[in-house]
T-cell receptor
Framework: SQQGEEDPQALSIQEGENATMNCSYK?????LQWYRQNSGRGLVHLIL?????REKHSGRLRVTLDTSKKSSSLLITASRAADTASYFC????????????FGEGTQLTVNP | NAGVMQNPRHLVRRRGQEARLRCSPM?????VYWYRQLPEEGLKFMVY????????ESGMPKERFSAEFPKEGPSILRIQQVVRGDSAAYFC?????????????????FGDGTRLSIL
């Protein structure tokens, strides 16, 4: 598997439910970031968690990071139809310069 | 504040032609990154530039692809003699300073991309 691999590939839920997406990676990182992409648009930064942090919150978003397992999760609570998008994790690996390595993404569909 | 501006949004070229993609970073940003996205896939890093310098081009194909970020004007990603496999969405991102290493992380700000189609 490649760096920054999301699971599941696709997720369909009803409005009001919570959505959880997972990301696994391989190398040591400086930080891990989550981005959102609406169809036909660019990526929008959601949240950044540093390697020395374990959990971070931003509004309805909660991100966890487990560096021992090289994994992260993104939780969206009380989902809305407008949350429908693709979600990507991206790792800023140590000694990688400034490039981000993206996973393949999770396509989230929130049904009204 | 204008975000990262990319143009054109859509570009159609025939095989063998040249494609020039432009990116104007956010105001105050001097670091530019180019990524390529194939359908149903994540973004793949291509090149990282600062004004007048290529910092990391480890993701760039060795032939036909080049990038620049001149002192004045936008960053340009140039693809010569395009082939069908070059069809993809090309995204540019910018940041005010380096986003990795000792700075412990800053987000990159993305444009809406250029969708390149090769006939």
């Amino acid at each position: 598997s490649q760096q920054g691999e999301e699971d599941p590939q696709a997720l369909s839920i009803q409005e009001g439910e919570n959505a959880t997406m997972n990301c696994s990676y391989k190398t040591s990182i400086n930080n891990l970031q989550w981005y959102r992409q609406n169809s036909g648009r660019g990526l929008v930064h959601l949240i950044l968690i540093r390697s020395n942090e374990r959990e971070k919150h931003s509004g309805r978003l909660r991100v966890t990071l487990d560096t021992s397992k090289k994994s992260s999760s993104l939780l969206i609570t009380a989902s809305r139809a407008a949350d429908t998008a693709s979600y990507f994790c991206a790792t800023d690996a140590k000694n990688s310069g400034s490039r981000l390595t993206f996973g393949e993404g999770t396509q989230l569909t929130v049904n009204p | 504040n204008a975000g990262v501006m990319q143009n054109p949004r859509h570009l159609v070229r025939r095989r063998g032609q040249e494609a020039r993609l432009r990116c104007s970073p956010m105001k105050g940003h001097s670091h530019v990154y180019w990524y390529r996205q194939l359908p149903e896939e994540g973004l793949k890093f291509m090149v990282y530039l600062q004004k007048e310098n290529i910092i990391d081009e480890s993701g760039m194909p060795k032939e036909r692809f080049s990038a620049e970020f001149p002192k004045e004007g936008p960053s340009i990603l140039r693809i010569q003699q395009v082939v069908r496999g070059d069809s993809a969405a090309y995204f540019c991102a910018s940041s005010p300073k380096r986003t990795g290493g000792e700075f412990q992380g800053q987000p990159q700000h993305f444009g809406d991309g250029t969708r390149l189609s090769i006939l």
